[in-house]
């Protein structure tokens, strides 16, 4: 073999591609390769220039001087299976998802003064977008992180804090919803790469929001994928040295379903969700389908169970709790186990919350029934009450994500009445439904284009269309009047964002739920939340309130200022009157409007 070699060998810390002073450093994982090369625009893609050192552990390094972040370069590996050429597990950067790897170096980058907090969890109110669909501009798709950066604005004048972005890691093609990652470590190139996502990191920052990161740790791919079978070795026609090679592979996208047992594979994924949040300062990560990393169908079977799963899963939780107490992990399980979010020390998964489908599922069919006597009360009951661990903040509630607006269902108003969103029922349905998200105990979150009254579904091919900002703008400011007091603006609601909640009224019969929600009590603290499900009027709705006084309608989801089609029921200022109503001791006469909420407190 004919080597070429620096005089020296230098030895640097890391996996994949490592700017330093004196060069790049290439570190590879192949333990069936005979010899490893790596070759690109730094040797004139000759393939014998630099050859790596073999390390421990199947490990293979070495360090090239004259290249440089901005190089292109492949892994050549020596096999029995023969030459094979591969892009870098660790890639930072591709040309696209079958082209090559781009030296990449995090320093380069200027962060200036971001010295952004992540807010409280019990303050957090997030919006799920996806980068190719959110802001396209001029017809041309898809949109990229730039173009997501322009609209930031928006978001900070909606109230919202936190945004979670679908995966945005390197696919196949230009247009995914992102969750086929051809290599997770790299930014999708048509989203403009790693920088793009760095700026939109620090823009959301300088505008007071946080960034949480979609990730996907059940599987890879399962196209385009240079780790599919990476230094030749497989068995049972598996994926190789980062797969399972047998029924554990199998999962509903593909048999391609990383090794959680393996000591190098564990490590990849560790590395991987670690550099969210260092080296891209990310407030947050979720999780994508938990279920099929803790069991091979997800069926609860015990002889499906991955135990591996679970304790890469809470190293991985370990890790970030002690580096980054402050930034959350959230899970998509949809199994409602209290373990997904109970703590380490009592042997759970250690995220730090849940999506919530005791609350999605049950409202959602609460809002889109037709016929108001099929309404369940209690089941909104339930999904206003519902908690894990008894913490209110371990769940994300919603009535819109990506998956409940797609895959055969729709937007809750296109489910209301189909092609006709801009229609009474659906508006006032939909409004009860953000409504409840952002006043129920919990952590809320808004799909893009919810507030816009977008129409149909969740497409990764049809764009928000943003002239709906202005021919909804009215629907737009009653999501930003909800947002605001759910996050306390005006110093009048500040236990919408506490634990504790007490259902004052369930009244199946004429569809009413009334509820109050607190942190530590009194004026501008506790606050009453009164919702009307049905088409019926009512005048004077006798209910149980918690203290005696005056109390202040802070909002009210009739305002024709919110829609010219609300009726506009007058609301005004409701005083006590002694009588045991609904345990208490007091009661007053709310007016309420059909389809409609109204919130009080006291000043």
């Known amino acids: 073999m004919n080597t070429t070699v620096e005089s020296e060998q230098i030895m640097v810390g890391g996996m994949g591609a490592i700017c330093h002073a004196q060069g790049v450093f290439f570190r590879v994982w192949a333990p069936h390769a005979e010899s490893v090369s790596v ?36 892994f050549l590996l020596r096999t029995p299976s023969g030459d094979l050429y591969r892009n870098d597990p660790y890639a930072l950067h591709l040309t696209n998802s079958i082209g090559n790897s781009i030296v990449y170096d995090h320093a380069s980058f200027d962060w200036q003064n971001d010295s952004f907090g992540t807010p409280y969890w019990n303050e957090l109110v997030i919006y799920e977008m996806h980068v190719g669909t959110f802001n396209v501009k001029d017809g041309y798709g898809p949109g990229n992180f730039y173009t997501a950066i322009e609209r930031l604005p928006y978001l900070r004048d909606l109230g919202i804090n936190a945004v979670e972005v679908m995966p945005p890691f390197e696919f196949p093609g230009s247009v995914s919803w992102g969750y086929n990652p051809a290599f997770p470590f790299a930014i999708e190139t048509d989203y403009g790469g790693p920088d793009a996502f760095k700026n939109f990191v620090k823009a959301a920052h300088e505008h007071g929001i946080a960034v949480i990161l979609d990730v996907v740790y059940n599987h890879f791919g399962p196209t385009d994928m240079d ?32 090794d959680y047992g393996r000591e190098e594979v564990r490590r990849y994924i560790l590395d991987n ?14 999780m994508d389908m938990v279920p099929y990393i803790r069991n091979v169908k997800a069926d609860g079977n015990p002889g499906n169970d991955i135990p591996e799963g679970k304790t890469l899963i809470r190293w991985i939780n370990s890790e970030i709790q002690k580096k980054y107490p402050y930034k959350i992990t959230i899970a998509e399980d949809m199994h409602s186990l209290d373990s997904i979010t109970n703590s380490l020390q009592y042997g759970g998964w250690g995220y730090g919350a849940q999506w919530d489908a005791r609350f999605v599922h049950p409202v959602r069919e609460v809002l889109i029934t037709q016929d108001d006597a099929h309404r369940d009360m209690d089941s909104v009951a339930q999904a206003i009450t519902y908690r894990y661990n008894g913490d209110s903040f371990e769940r994300i509630i919603f009535t819109e994500s990506h998956d409940e607006v797609s895959n055969g269902q729709a937007r809750v108003a296109e489910e209301i009445a189909h092609s006709d969103v801009d229609n009474y029922y659906s508006k006032k349905r939909a409004a009860l439904g953000v ?13 893009q284009g919810q507030p816009l009254l977008e129409d149909k579904w969740f497409s990764d091919t049809d764009p928000l269309d943003w002239s709906r900002l202005d021919r909804f703008n009215g629907f737009v400011s009653l999501h930003r009047d909800l947002i605001h007091l759910r996050r306390n603006f005006t110093d009048v609601s500040r236990g919408l964002s506490g634990q504790n909640v007490e259902l004052l009224r369930v009244d199946d019969d004429k569809k009413v739920v009334v509820f109050h929600r607190w942190k530590e009590g009194g004026p501008r603290d506790s606050v009453v939340v009164a919702m009307n499900f049905s088409n019926q009027h009512y005048d004077d709705y006798a209910v149980g309130f918690p ?7 802070r909002f009210n989801s009739d305002w024709k200022g919110y829609d010219e089609e609300f009726s506009d029921k007058t609301v005004v200022n409701v005083h006590t009157q002694q009588g045991e109503y609904d345990g208490k001791t007091q009661y007053v006469q709310l007016g309420l409007a059909p389809y409609c909420t109204v919130i009080y407190s006291q000043d």
């Open 547 to 553: 203290a005696s006084g005056e109390w202040i309608p």
């Open 273 to 286: 969700a670690i550099m969210w949040l260092e080296q891209y300062r990310v407030d947050g990560l979720r």
């Open 227 to 258: 780790l599919w079978r990476f230094d030749g070795w497989y068995e049972n026609e598996g994926g190789g040295i980062y797969f399972y090679n047998d029924w554990r592979s199998e999962t509903p996208w593909g048999n391609t379903r990383p």
């Open 435 to 447: 409504a409840l998200v952002l006043t129920s105990p919990g952590i809320p979150m808004l799909f």
């Open 39 to 74: 070759l690109g625009s730094f040797n004139d893609w000759n393939g014998e220039a630099n050859w790596l050192w073999r390390e421990e552990k199947g490990y293979w390094g070495v360090n090239v001087q004259n290249a440089k972040a901005g190089d292109e370069y492949k």
